[in-house]
């Protein structure tokens, strides 16, 4: 079982930064890929990135290329989201999600734990 608390959020405006962090529970968190999320109103969930369990492998959507980076510190069962160069069209509640082993992928489907999300807001 793993808990996930994510934090950070806020209002920026366009062009700004902003850092999520995501707290984990539970011993195991260094064998999860961990995965962010967002979605926006009326919109399905999309991805944004994912990260090996070891850290070793990031994988990030076209859409955050060169703008956001995850990265991840098992020691401190944490998970981080640097987003630069924001655009109004982030604006999203983004969530962090976690996936047992080497399951995490793009797909909602694949991660089996999530959090309440935290909202960001980009205005032009």
């Known amino acids: 079982q793993v808990q996930l608390v994510e934090s950070g959020g806020g209002l920026v405006q366009a062009g700004g930064s902003l850092r999520l962090s995501c707290a984990a529970s539970?011993?195991?968190?260094?064998?999860?890929?961990m995965g962010w999320f967002r979605q926006a109103p009326g919109k399905e969930r999309e991805f944004v990135a994912r990260i090996r369990w070891g850290g070793d492998s990031v994988y990030n959507a076209d859409l955050v290329k060169g703008r956001f980076t995850i990265s991840r510190d098992n020691a401190e069962n944490t998970v981080s989201l640097q987003m630069n160069s924001l655009k109004p069209e982030d604006t999203a509640v983004y969530y962090c999600a976690a996936a047992p082993g080497s399951r995490g992928s793009a797909y909602v489907a694949s991660y089996d734990y999530w959090g309440q999300g935290t909202q960001v807001t980009v205005s032009s």
């Open positions: 539970g011993r195991t968190f260094s064998s999860y890929d």
